[in-house]
T-cell receptor, first 109, second 114 residues
Framework: GQNIDQPTEMTATEGAIVQINCTYQ??????LFWYQQHAGEAPTFLSY????GLEEKGRFSSFLSRSKGYSYLLLKELQMKDSASYLC??????????FGAGTRLAVHP | IAGITQAPTSQILAAGRRMTLRCTQD?????MYWYRQDLGLGLRLIHY???????GKGEVPDGYSVSRANTDDFPLTLASAVPSQTSVYFC?????????????FGPGTRLTVL
């Protein structure tokens, strides 16, 4: 099957670092997307990993291990505006983007 | 540049009624998608279109139909709405339908079927 698992909720403190994990149990995934979704808004693209390793983009980094079916999104220097849901999505080929249920992150002062 | 627009923003609909959700993009993207998002579940693909004139079924297509008469528009129709179709509907588009193509989402339509 094609399952994407990520924690439902996480909390963190402003200025801290948080890691949001995502695991997937499928063969055939070509890569892994991360999206950010603020409450009541559309998902917006954060990152795409197709090769193993860490991709850094400002305060956000994303890691992929294809052999382990594992990815994480790392958020540094957390800000209040980072409070949102973070969606992990596996790309299984043409028109096959499988989303996890999302991790709701609450950043506290 | 507006990106992707959806209409209406929200709608309350009586069960059994027909409803069309509109989606328009101005990025000249070839591929377009319709998802529904329900609490506790991930975004689930309803229908997709790789290019104008073609459509395909996603994970949860039953009760929904789509058309793609041109590049910009991709309406989603509920022929006879049922309460289980209460959801937030997102339209998305990507340059092509390849595995690495980023999908860009519209603002969503919140639909309530009573």
């Amino acid at each position: 099957g094609q399952n994407i698992d990520q924690p439902t909720e996480m909390t963190a403190t402003e200025g801290a670092i948080v890691q949001i994990n995502c695991t997937y149990q499928t063969s055939g995934f070509n890569g892994l997307f991360w999206y950010q979704q603020h409450a009541g808004e559309a998902p917006t693209f954060l990152s795409y990993n197709v090769l193993d390793g860490l991709e850094e983009k400002g305060r956000f980094s994303s890691f992929l291990s294809r052999s382990k079916g594992y990815s994480y999104l790392l958020l540094k220097e957390l800000q209040m505006k980072d409070s949102a849901s973070y969606l992990c999505a596996g790309s299984g080929g043409y028109n096959k983007l499988i989303f996890g249920a999302g991790t709701r992150l609450a950043v506290h002062p | 540049i507006a990106g992707i627009t959806q209409a209406p923003t929200s709608q309350i609909l009586a069960a059994g009624r027909r409803m069309t959700l509109r989606c328009t993009q101005d990025m000249r993207h070839n591929a377009m998608y319709w998802y529904r998002q329900d609490l506790g579940l991930g975004l689930r693909l309803i229908h997709y279109s790789n290019t104008a004139g073609t459509t395909g079924k996603g994970e949860v297509p039953d009760g929904y139909s789509v058309s793609r008469a041109n590049t910009d528009d991709f309406p989603l129709t509920l022929a006879s709405a049922v309460p289980s179709q209460t959801s937030v509907y997102f339209c998305a588009s990507s340059d092509s339908s390849g595995a690495a193509d980023t999908q860009y989402f519209g603002p969503g339509t919140r639909l309530t079927v009573l």
